[in-house]
């Protein structure tokens, strides 16, 4: 079966701290995405990663970076985390070639910020 | 670019009654086209997708969606709605060779007993 991991399913962080979520998928996909899920506006693409040490910003950028040292693994970081984070984010995969392909959800990781 | 329109936030059915959750979409190109679902906490499950094969595509737990291009619709159907189908459901579309996925704002159902 199919899995994308995130491996911190509930955090609870302190303003200006440095968070990290992590994310692995055993698909050998090339493309790993985070989203941020929030009532009323979506899921709303914060990074995308094509390949290896390559990333692009998505539609929410700010507040955010993103490593992909290995192609199974992709970190979604916080640099200095604010209250305005507190979110659902969700990690994806999906294979190389994009039209049809199914993208693969992990389970989320439900962060507060206090 | 493409986008999504779900008519309906909200639907709620009783149990054994159909279910029709609405999707719109527009596209450049002949896109691609799926439906999600995700339970209380949990990720997004893949229900169906249509990829420019047969326009009537069947999917798991019973959902079918068909494609129609004159309407740029693909709307989501169930004939008979049961507790566990309660969840929000996602309609997606992808066009060709863009990463970017486009999320409709979702549907939550209810599904009374």
């Known amino acids: 079966d199919v899995k994308v991991t995130q491996s911190s399913r509930y955090l609870v962080k302190r303003t200006g701290e440095k968070v990290f979520l992590e994310c692995v998928q055993d698909?050998?996909?090339?493309?790993m995405f985070w989203y941020r899920q929030d009532p009323g506006l979506g899921l709303r693409l914060i990074y995308f990663s094509y390949d290896v040490k390559m990333k692009e910003k998505g539609d929410i950028p700010e507040g955010y970076s993103v490593s992909r040292e290995k192609k199974e693994r992709f970190s979604l970081i916080l640099e200095s985390a604010s209250t305005n984070q507190t979110s659902m984010y969700l990690c994806a995969s999906r294979p190389r070639d994009l039209s049809g392909n199914t993208i693969y959800f992990g389970e989320g990781s439900w962060l507060t910020v206090v | 670019a493409q986008s999504v329109t779900q008519l309906d936030s909200h639907v709620s059915v009783s149990e054994g009654t159909p279910v029709l959750l609405r999707c719109n979409y527009s596209?450049?190109?002949?896109?691609?086209l799926f439906w999600y679902v995700q339970h209380p906490n949990k990720g997004l499950q893949l229900l169906l997708k249509?990829?420019?094969?047969?326009?009537l595509v069947k999917g798991i737990n019973g959902f079918e969606a068909e494609f129609k291009k004159s309407e740029t619709s693909f709307h989501l159907t169930k004939p008979s709605a049961h507790m566990s189908d309660a969840a929000e459901y996602f309609c997606v579309v992808s066009d060709p060779g863009d990463y970017k996925l486009s999320f409709g704002a979702g549907t939550t159902v209810t599904v009374r007993a």
């Open positions: 249509y990829t420019s094969a047969a326009t």
């Open positions: 596209s450049s190109y002949s896109p691609s």
């Open positions: 698909m050998d996909h090339e493309n």
